[in-house]
């Protein structure tokens, strides 16, 4: 399917404070009530502004994974300490410590409401499984469960390829994957880790990782659906975690990953040139996050124009799109703008996009 928005946005919003209220104190029956009201408010917004492909914000998340924590189990109580950069702390996610199976589906619960009452083409958003063995995989807790993170990924896919198909098949437009791990095949200290803390080889993990993630795009692209693939280096209450461009892993991931589109962080030196673009086959699109969601200082669109400009010499404008660099709140917590510079944020994409692509 061809990706046929010029502006677009991640996919998680930042949490009005009535919500997060209402999410400590409420149950779930009420608290379901509560959602809805903000899930249309958000709607109505994103289309006022002139967006054309709506999310729900992930207001019925805990964060942008906790779909699959919450839908499988297997997962133990214990957590796994995780290194940030940035000015606050990090979250910790769960260990696997039993046999991982699905409880229900990930997202059933998100997208009759999302699909019934958008006012456009609707994104669903789900981690690429490929999070999992990198971050709940604990030594001396989960070899009970699995002898490696490659037999705990593949234990994995299946529950995402289903969860795709089924997605494509009630009408969500774009199902976009969530792949923060792809940052640490660029990371020189995250590669390190990689052959240090999972035993693998970097070049290998890399590869089983694009056919994990393929396995289960294939449904989404199987049912008519826009797939698309997100790529950060973290982002976590304006955190970070890795840095450093694309190059590295741009040629094959571009070409072997069986996606419409790359929502591709770019708002900062962290991120590196465009160069990598180079490596677009024709008919993906590349979507420039250059705007942040990590802080409230608000870009301005002469500047992004710029950007666009250079990246157009790189790979065809018309290849080319514009978002954010990553959700406003991958967390519920949320990172550290207010809604306000959220808004003003989004604005400035559409803005931008219409400057660049009129019509």
Request: proline letters at 5%; hydrophobic letters at 40%; glycine letters at 8%.
């Amino acid at each position: 399917m061809a990706f046929k928005y010029r502006a677009d946005t991640v996919g998680s919003l930042l949490r009005p404070a009535a919500l997060q209220k209402a999410r400590e104190r409420l149950p779930a029956d009420e608290l379901r009530e509560v959602e809805n009201a903000h899930i249309r408010s958000v709607l109505e917004r994103q289309a006022r502004i002139g967006l054309e492909i709506f999310t729900d914000g992930e207001f019925r998340r805990g964060g942008f994974m906790s779909d699959f924590f919450d839908a499988v189990d297997g997962l133990g109580t214990d957590r796994v300490p995780r290194e940030w950069s940035g000015p606050t702390g990090g979250g910790l996610p769960h260990v696997v410590s039993g046999k991982v199976r699905a409880k229900r589906r990930l997202t059933r619960h998100e997208v009759d409401f999302l699909v019934r009452h958008a006012p456009g083409d609707v994104k669903i958003t789900l981690p690429s499984p490929n999070q999992f063995p990198a971050i709940c995989y604990k030594k001396g807790v989960s070899e009970a469960a699995y002898g490696s993170h490659s037999e705990f990924l593949w234990d994995i896919v299946p529950i995402f390829e289903r969860e795709i198909a089924a997605l494509a098949g009630e009408g969500v437009a774009c199902i976009q994957v969530d792949a923060p791990r792809y940052s640490y095949f660029i990371d020189p200290k995250w590669r390190g880790y990689i052959e240090r803390e999972m035993a693998t080889d970097a070049d290998r993990a890399l590869d089983e990782a694009i056919r994990a993630d393929n396995a289960c795009i294939r449904g989404a692209r199987a049912g008519g659906a826009v797939a698309a693939m997100h790529l950060c280096r973290g982002n976590n209450r304006s955190q970070w975690y890795a840095e450093g461009g694309y190059d590295p892993i741009a040629e094959k991931l571009f070409n072997a990953l069986d996606v419409d589109a790359f929502l591709l962080e770019y708002d900062s030196e962290r991120a590196g040139t465009f160069e990598p673009l180079r490596h677009l086959p024709a008919g993906k699109v590349a979507v420039l996050g250059l705007v942040s969601t990590k802080r409230d200082v608000l870009e301005s669109s002469d500047a992004l124009m710029r950007r666009i400009d250079e990246a157009s010499r790189v790979a065809p404008i018309e290849n080319l799109a514009i978002s954010p660099q990553c959700g406003f709140a991958s967390t519920a917590a949320g990172n550290l703008l207010t809604e306000d510079d959220q808004w003003r944020k989004l604005e400035l994409v559409v803005e931008t996009a219409a400057r660049v692509w009129p019509g």
